[in-house]
């Protein structure tokens, strides 16, 4: 290849670069643009991650601080119940028992499927964080509020029973390709949407005011200051 035609391609490449860039910050203005529309106990906390969307370094320590605070222990959390089923029915032969253990692995099965789509994002995007925002929220959400509802000595009726009255409809709704799609939509929407669309999911804007706080505060005025935040992320 000749030094001219290497030249173009570069001026190629770097004009593609360019207007990709262009794209995804048409893209994150657009998103923000209904700020002034979020519900107000969610308000300060996502004028504060519309600040940090602009900034590809703060995108980075963002999400890693929304991982550990939030969607790391929640899925410990999922995964120590879901294991804990298990054991107890693993002795018992029965078409119950067997039953138990396909619903666990659906249950497994769709937070695995969401979570790789959220992390094939790449890691420097807005897009990355804003969904890790909506998978923090859902599995905070069905951690707490819809796995927690089985009793540690239910019967396996029981627990099959619940899984199907409680579970196996929040699974088909909000997990899985469902929540994949459904954060798709709502970032295309702008965020009163992605707003709008969770709070319906988790019953209020205030359970996800709670579940990103301890994520987000330490990017306000008067928390902990970026550099500290950065050590605390090595």
Do not use: C, H
């Not at 490449?13 to 529309?37: G, V």
């Not at 054991?87 to 029965?94: A, I, L, R, T």
């Not at 396909?102 to 790789?116: A, C, D, E, G, Q």
């Amino acid at each position: 290849m000749s030094n001219d035609m290497k030249l173009i391609m570069e001026n190629w490449r770097k004009a593609n670069e360019y207007q990709t860039l262009l794209k995804e910050q048409l893209l994150l203005e657009s998103f923000l643009d209904s700020i002034t529309q979020v519900a107000a106990d969610v308000k300060d906390l996502f004028s504060t991650l519309g600040s940090l969307l602009k900034d590809p370094k703060q995108i980075y320590k963002f999400v890693n601080q929304l991982a550990d605070k939030v969607i790391n222990p929640a899925m410990q959390s999922i995964e120590e119940t879901l294991d804990s089923l298990q054991k107890k029915f693993q002795d018992k032969e029965s078409t119950d028992t067997t039953l138990v253990s396909s619903l666990v692995n659906k249950i497994r099965n769709s937070i695995t499927k969401v979570y790789s789509f959220v992390r094939k994002i790449p890691t420097n995007s807005w897009k990355k964080a804003v969904s890790s925002v909506g998978l923090a929220v859902v599995l905070e959400f069905f951690s707490t509020k819809i796995l927690s509802g089985i009793a540690a000595e239910s019967t396996v009726e029981e627990i099959i029973n619940y899984f199907n009255d409680e579970i196996m409809g929040f699974i088909n709704d909000f997990l899985g390709d469902a929540l994949v799609k459904t954060l798709d939509t709502a970032i295309t929407g702008g965020v009163s949407t992605f707003v709008s669309t969770f709070s319906k999911i988790v019953n209020g804007t205030s359970f996800i005011a709670s579940t990103l706080k301890p994520a987000i505060i330490p990017f306000q005025a008067g928390g902990i200051t970026l550099s500290r935040l950065e050590e605390s992320l090595r």
